[in-house]
């Protein structure tokens, strides 16, 4: 690319109006006085392998990768990082100057980050966790608390296939719990996160029961429409410490915005206002 060619990055995906990534993208390069665009892209399933070869032709420097595509990028990648592999999805794509397309998962990174931040006396190693949901997300939570030294993972899906899929993959760290049982696994929990998008708005609720959190367990939810949903709330008054979904989407965000756009960002308090505009 030549050098006085604006640098453009974007979010693909379908739908991709909710996103919030354009708000917050947007909000970090002006921050940082930076030229480029954040730009979101509806593309089908179809098109995606045309589309992911013109674009960097237009001066597009990567993307970020939301659903349905997060798998199909993995395919038509030519580098792909080990946690992407690991987990079966990339959500950050790089395209590099001898033209080769980097596929990269930041999703898992995004959730311990946000932890840390939030939660900062949170110890991976004190006791289990119990995740609610296996789908993507659930996979790079996964991933990720392995990595962070978390000793067990009691794991529990209403379609228990798929909780089983996530034990086969990820060994015998993690136990299935059938999901009428989903409200016994948090007794024992010092760690809890909701992958599922039960209890976001316009979704049926959470119905887990709820009075067996833990006093010293530490709990976060991906879904941050509401910010504060029941389970939050919840633990909040049985005197768990609690942590947002939205700073999740705020730190996976960073690794693709330095090596796009060449500065690391600021998650601050302006950030997360950028992203709830």
């Not at 739908?15 to 730009?39: C, E, R, T």
């Not at 580098?79 to 980097?102: P, Q, S």
């Not at 932890?115 to 296996?134: C, F, K, Q, S, V």
Request: glycine letters at 10%; proline letters at 6%; hydrophobic letters at 45%.
């Amino acid at each position: 690319m030549s050098q006085d060619r604006i640098p453009l990055a974007g979010v693909i995906g379908s739908p991709v109006a909710h996103s919030k990534s354009p708000q917050l993208h947007g909000h970090w390069l002006k921050v940082n006085g930076l030229k480029g665009h954040y730009i979101p892209m509806d593309v089908a399933a179809d098109d995606l392998r045309d589309v992911l070869r013109c674009l960097p032709k237009m001066g597009f420097v990567g993307l970020n990768v939301t659903v349905p595509h997060k798998e199909r990028v993995l395919e038509l990648a030519d580098l792909v990082t080990d946690r992407a592999t690991l987990i079966g999805a990339a959500n950050t794509l790089i395209f590099r100057k001898d033209g080769k397309i980097h596929a990269d998962n930041t999703d898992g990174y995004g959730f311990i980050q946000n932890l840390r931040h939030n939660a900062p006396d949170w110890r991976p190693e004190t006791g289990p966790a119990a995740i609610l949901g296996a789908g993507g997300a659930a996979r790079a939570v996964v991933a990720s608390l392995l990595d962070a030294g978390v000793p067990e993972i009691l794991i529990s899906n209403r379609t228990k296939v798929r909780a089983e899929a996530l034990q086969a993959d990820f060994g015998k760290r993690l136990t299935v719990v059938d999901w009428v049982q989903a409200g016994n696994m948090l007794e024992e929990a010092t760690t809890v996160v909701n992958t599922t998008s039960l209890g976001m708005i316009g979704k049926p609720p959470l119905r887990v029961p709820l009075d067996g959190l833990r006093k010293d367990a530490v709990v976060t939810d991906l879904v941050y429409a509401p910010l504060k949903t029941r389970l939050l709330a919840e633990a909040e008054k049985a005197g768990c410490t609690t942590v947002d979904g939205l700073g999740m989407l705020l730190f996976q965000a960073v690794p693709g915005f330095e090596r796009w756009f060449g500065v690391r960002p600021e998650v601050d308090s302006a950030a997360r206002a950028a992203a709830l505009r």
